[in-house]
């Protein structure tokens, strides 16, 4: 996955505290390397050479700051954060300044907010009694995030996270089972028709009936936005537009999922507004675009990466992808009950931090919990059986079988449906009127006789339109290349 956690990995960080502009010690520590080359083996990824000489330049210089700044640093690389919040710890203890700002960086992320505000004034304290230093101030964007990350501890929604489940990033989709009702999710190569443009990573969702795809490209900027394309009357593809290039706010729009009403869609994105590398956004379409997006929140979304959502209304399933247990090159499915309106979790709960970062799952339960129907819904539908009763059941020549209006692509095929069914339903009813009276004339009633012969003709007439209905069906799907 090309996206990278802000504020988090290990280059952004070692960039933001300010190490570079250090004055550090070129002097060669015991294993041959200056402070300023285990720097440069954290920034390019040598974690096993930058642990081999951290443990030499610390015993080479004990009392460096700088190294015990270097050790949270790698710490932080390979994700131990609990070993990076003692070194620095250490780091300031030894006079470095720099390390508050990664102290609050590690607290956002454990959602401890008192803790990383105090950090923050710290740091911006100490710069303010050293002004004669002109020491930059490089705690804007870890403020800007704590900012953040406080306004949505407030309105953590109650959701239940029934399941989740670990798989590899490439291969996440596989862990999504939708009824065909809430569409599809796949790949460009799967799903898209010959000649669209995409750009990877990303995912293409397709509406039921087939008759829309959207899915994310980089534009000339080479920045993700989400577009679409429709199929025509003629079974033709239109020419792909862009969905809305405001949505990403000039940042990556990806991983699309529209919902069955047409108008709710929810994306990724790692704009101004995200914790940190994707979150997961929501927009609405009014008829003629859709309007500005807004954050779902927690715990949907976290420091890292969190992105396709998706929800099936017929199982009442829904799911997102996250980064946030860091994996390495795998990711967490987590699998939820949407709820039909936004219920947010009390502020004096003592389990909020909890809820919001997904520490357990089961701190989402119910104390009755039960999902046994929720596991039966998505056994079925691993299976391939139908969720949704089928409308009706019609067989085209182009080999698709039709079992819903939706499925039309078009209108007037669809129109003509619902005149066939509800001529259906009235001729279903003749017959089972004409049964008994025939049952009645059987019996030695001959009053219904004339009855019986108006409706036997009428029955004839019915089921030769029925005939003509059902031709004039499929011609019209077919864009009437059909004899």
């Known amino acids: 996955m090309k996206y990278y956690f802000k504020y988090i990995t290990a280059i952004t960080i070692l960039g933001m505290t300010g190490i570079g502009a250090i004055s550090a010690p070129k002097a060669k520590t015991n294993g041959g390397k200056t402070i ?4 440069l083996m954290i920034r390019r990824g040598a974690l096993e050479e930058a642990y081999s000489a951290l443990d030499s330049a610390s015993a080479a210089q004990p009392k460096n700051a700088q190294v015990d700044l270097l050790k949270g640093k790698y710490y932080v690389a390979i994700n131990d954060d609990a070993n990076a919040r003692k070194a620095f ?15 609050a960086e590690i607290a956002v992320r454990e959602y401890r ?23 930059v101030d490089n705690s804007a964007d870890i403020a800007s995030q704590l900012t953040r990350t406080r306004s949505m501890l407030d309105r953590v929604e109650k959701i239940v996270v029934f399941d989740s489940i670990t798989v590899d990033k490439e291969a996440f989709l596989e862990a999504y089972r939708l009824s065909p009702e809430s569409g599809k999710l796949g790949t460009p190569g799967d799903l898209l028709p010959e000649g669209i443009e995409y750009s990877e990573p990303t995912v293409v969702y397709c509406t039921e009936d087939g008759r829309e795809m959207m899915w994310g490209a980089q534009n000339e900027e080479s920045i993700f936005t989400l577009r679409s394309v429709h199929r025509l009357a003629d079974n033709t593809w239109e020419q792909q537009a862009n969905v809305g290039d405001h949505l990403g706010e000039g940042y990556d729009a990806n991983y699309p999922f529209l919902m069955p009403d047409g108008v709710t869609l929810y994306f990724a994105s790692d704009n101004a507004e995200s914790l940190g590398g994707l979150d997961i956004f929501v927009s609405r379409n009014n008829g003629t675009e859709y309007l500005q997006a807004q954050n779902v929140g927690m715990p949907y979304n976290s420091p890292y990466d969190d992105y396709m959502l998706a929800i099936d209304e017929l199982t009442g399933v829904g799911y997102w992808a996250s980064d946030r247990n860091r994996l390495g090159d795998k990711v967490t499915i987590y699998m939820f009950k949407p709820s039909a309106s936004r219920v947010n979790v009390d502020l004096d709960d003592p389990t909020l931090a909890r809820r919001a970062s997904l520490h357990s799952i089961r701190d989402t339960w119910p104390a009755d919990a039960d999902f046994s129907d929720i596991h039966r819904a998505l056994d079925a539908v691993q299976r ?7 409308q009706f059941e019609l067989s085209l020549p182009d080999g698709r079988v039709l079992t819903r209006y939706a499925q039309f692509t078009s209108q007037q095929a ?6 066939y069914q509800s001529l259906r339903a009235a001729t279903d009813a003749a017959r089972a009127r004409l049964s008994q009276l025939r049952v009645r004339y059987g019996q030695g009633d001959k009053s219904v006789g004339s009855e019986i012969l108006v409706m036997e003709n009428d029955m004839a007439e019915a089921e030769a339109q029925l005939r003509r209905l059902a031709n004039d069906v499929v011609r019209a799907e077919m864009g009437g290349n059909v004899k």
């Open 113 to 135: 907010v008192d803790d990383a505000d105090s950090d923050i004034e710290a740091y911006k304290a100490y710069i303010a009694k050293n002004k004669r230093k002109k020491l």
């Open 89 to 103: 710890e250490e780091a300031h203890r030894k006079g470095s300044n720099d390390a508050l700002l990664s102290l």
């Open 384 to 390: 391939g059986e139908k969720q949704g009763s089928p």
């Open 414 to 419: 669809s129109d003509l449906m619902e005149q």
């Open 36 to 39: 300023d080359e285990i720097e």
